[in-house]
């Protein structure tokens, strides 16, 4: 009888585990020979949640991936050329697939390599100084595409006991950014003059890779930033033990 009870009270206790786990979590074995194959697997399963976001836990949609303001220095000297975008929007950041992951050993970082095949980013953008010799301060929207994108992600990551259970925080993340292509071009500007709006737009089609360059070291840390801070919402609303099924 005793015997039946426990079972019955193990049963009722796996049932309400499972059907605790968000559906957005693809559980894995661990024992799973390809455990690695199988985190993938769960992180791709994230995507359409991400794109759509997810309330329950407060994570907001990554479409469009939201960061605030990069300044660029574009040409030297007193009058050199100035950029700022702000209130910048990427469009396209759900449509990943990670190439490699490597897990987190002991005090071994953690490493993955994701890839996007297209990455569109619209902002607003003031600029200053000289451009060709025509000065050419004034603002409108920015805009960007980037094709064939790929980021290498190093972190490092806690563990601590809360509310039950045990949960994963990123304590550290680093990224670096390659982009084979990108086109970038602005709108709305100098009150729509001409002159001022081809020759800035000539500027930013024969030196994108230059511009891409110039901003590049303060976008890898915000993308870095705003991942670390994405992915520490669901790890702080999801215990370990439900990334798992024994």
Not at 11 to 23: C, K, Y
Not at 43 to 62: F, R, W
Not at 110 to 127: D, G, Q
Request: net charge neutral; hydrophobic share 45%.
């Amino acid at each position: 009888m005793m015997k039946s009870v426990c079972l019955v009270i193990v049963i009722q206790a796996l049932w309400i585990v499972s059907a605790e786990t968000p559906a957005y979590i693809k559980q894995c074995r661990r024992d799973d020979p390809k455990l690695v194959d199988c985190f993938i697997g769960a992180i791709e399963h994230l995507k359409p949640y991400l794109a759509n976001g997810i309330p329950d836990i407060q994570l907001p949609s990554v479409e469009p991936f939201k960061m605030d303001t990069l300044a660029l220095q574009l040409t030297e000297g007193p009058q050199g050329y100035k950029i700022t975008l702000k209130n910048m929007e990427a469009f396209g950041a759900s449509n990943f697939q990670v190439k490699s992951l490597k897990l987190s050993d002991g005090s071994e970082p953690f490493k993955a390599k994701i890839v996007m095949p297209k990455l569109k980013i619209e902002a607003k953008y003031t600029s200053s100084g000289v451009l060709l010799i025509l000065p050419a301060s004034g603002g409108g929207d920015f805009h960007a595409n980037f094709e064939g994108v790929s980021a290498d992600l190093t972190g490092k990551t806690s563990k601590h006991a809360a509310k039950g259970g045990n949960y994963l925080h990123i304590d550290a993340l680093s990224l670096v950014l390659d982009v084979k292509d990108v086109k970038m071009s602005i709108s709305g500007a100098f009150n729509n003059n001409r002159i001022l709006l081809e020759a800035t737009n000539l500027f930013l089609r024969e030196n994108s890779q230059v511009v891409l360059e110039a901003m590049q070291a303060q976008l890898q840390k915000k993308l870095a930033s705003e991942f670390g801070k994405l992915a520490n919402q669901l790890l702080k609303n999801v215990p370990i033990e439900q990334f798992y099924v024994d």
